[in-house]
């Protein structure tokens, strides 16, 4: 498993110098994914090897947890050393992306991890992050304005959303049972026979990952997704909180932190319309499984034993 999610990283890690190298090139600006008229001197969206920034965010926000667990799990100061400057560009990636909802997102897996590793420092590191907010304009302008039109009333990505739950709100109220059919083809047939808020645009989808899954599938599809969520943390909780294995409940904590943050990402965004990040969900809740069951059979094993 180890093995398995250091190749995972090593990967990652590649786009995210692709992503740094597009930075450096210059990319331009695509006025139908940044309100330029709030943006001011924003550059173009990285978007490394995905067709779209936000996509790419969703990436790197399911795998970046995982270098914590990597780093605290290597044996010597040269791997720690390796995997964290592999961390750099993937960080440097994500920020480039200019995606504020995974911002936040990651801003909230950080604090799920430390939760679990060391709650103690999340005090120092919000008083630090609000020291360190009036000095950000003087760091990078065009990061601290793109940060600041999170609460822009003005800004039309967030307008937008308000609108497309406005046309989808009688859909829901109409199929909340069945559901009207997978894929954003079912999705927008449906949608048409409604009134568009959305100037008259189709949009193909919810931008919201539950409320998509109930809208294509129905009531027991979004209570099944989110029992299994629920069931799936609760076990990491408890086998981190009986230690059976420090490396393993590093991976589970990096786990719960990267489900946490696309979660938290999947409230403004419906984070499995591409088929790469679905694929990446998927094997993020495969490396949880699987360092579950290790977990169930060593304790099992240690119990035996004793």
């Given at each position: 498993?180890?093995?398995?999610?250091?190749?995972?990283?090593?990967?990652?890690?590649?786009?995210?110098?692709?992503?740094?190298?597009?930075?450096?090139?210059?990319?331009?600006?695509?006025?139908?994914?940044?309100?330029?008229?709030?943006?001011?001197?924003?550059?173009?969206?990285?978007?490394?090897?995905?067709?779209?920034?936000?996509?790419?965010?969703?990436?790197?926000?399911?795998?970046?947890?995982?270098?914590?667990?990597?780093?605290?799990?290597?044996k010597?100061?040269?791997?720690?050393?390796?995997?964290?400057?592999?961390?750099?560009?993937?960080?440097?990636?994500?920020?480039?992306?200019?995606?504020?909802?995974?911002?936040?997102?990651?801003?909230i897996?950080?604090?799920?991890?430390?939760?679990?590793?060391?709650?103690?420092?999340?005090?120092?590191?919000?008083?630090?992050?609000?020291?360190?907010?009036?000095?950000?304009?003087?760091?990078?302008?065009?990061?601290?304005?793109?940060?600041?039109?999170?609460?822009?009333?003005?800004?039309?990505?967030?307008?937008?959303?308000?609108?497309?739950?406005?046309?989808?709100?009688?859909?829901?109220?109409?199929?909340?049972?069945?559901?009207?059919g997978?894929?954003s083809?079912?999705?927008?047939?449906?949608?048409?026979?409604?009134?568009?808020?959305?100037?008259?645009?189709?949009?193909?989808?919810?931008?919201?990952?539950?409320l998509?899954?109930?809208?294509?599938?129905?009531?027991?599809?979004?209570?099944?997704?989110?029992?299994?969520?629920?069931?799936?943390?609760?076990?990491?909780?408890?086998?981190?909180?009986e230690?059976?294995?420090?490396?393993?409940?590093?991976?589970?904590?990096?786990?719960?932190?990267?489900?946490a943050?696309?979660?938290?990402?999947?409230?403004?965004?419906?984070?499995?319309?591409?088929?790469?990040?679905?694929?990446?969900?998927?094997?993020?809740?495969?490396?949880?499984?699987?360092?579950?069951?290790?977990?169930?059979?060593?304790?099992?094993?240690?119990?035996?034993?004793?």
């Amino acid at each position: 498993l180890s093995r398995l999610l250091k190749i995972f990283l090593t990967a990652v890690t590649f786009t995210g110098l692709y992503g740094i190298w597009q930075r450096i090139i210059g990319i331009p600006i695509d006025p139908t994914t940044v309100d330029t008229s709030i943006n001011i001197g924003m550059q173009g969206r990285v978007y490394s090897t995905m067709h779209d920034s936000n996509t790419y965010a969703e990436i790197l926000l399911l795998s970046l947890p995982f270098y914590a667990a990597v780093i605290l799990n290597s044996k010597t100061f040269t791997g720690k050393l390796c995997y964290g400057l592999m961390a750099v560009p993937v960080l440097l990636a994500l920020i480039f992306t200019g995606t504020r909802s995974a911002w936040i997102a990651f801003a909230i897996a950080v604090f799920v991890f430390l939760f679990f590793k060391n709650r103690k420092l999340i005090p120092l590191i919000i008083i630090a992050a609000v020291a360190a907010f009036p000095f950000l304009p003087l760091i990078s302008p065009s990061f601290y304005n793109r940060i600041t039109t999170i609460w822009n009333p003005n800004d039309t990505s967030i307008g937008y959303r308000g609108l497309i739950y406005r046309t989808v709100k009688p859909m829901l109220e109409d199929n909340w049972f069945t559901g009207v059919g997978l894929g954003s083809d079912a999705f927008m047939q449906i949608c048409s026979r409604y009134p568009l808020y959305t100037n008259g645009v189709v949009p193909p989808h919810s931008h919201n990952l539950f409320l998509e899954i109930w809208l294509e599938a129905g009531i027991i599809s979004i209570l099944s997704f989110v029992w299994f969520m629920a069931r799936m943390v609760k076990k990491c909780m408890i086998t981190i909180f009986e230690k059976t294995d420090k490396e393993l409940n590093h991976i589970l904590m990096s786990g719960v932190a990267a489900m946490a943050g696309i979660s938290v990402m999947g409230l403004a965004e419906y984070v499995w319309f591409e088929g790469r990040v679905m694929l990446f969900f998927w094997a993020v809740a495969g490396f949880i499984l699987a360092a579950l069951g290790i977990a169930a059979k060593e304790h099992r094993l240690d119990r035996t034993i004793g």
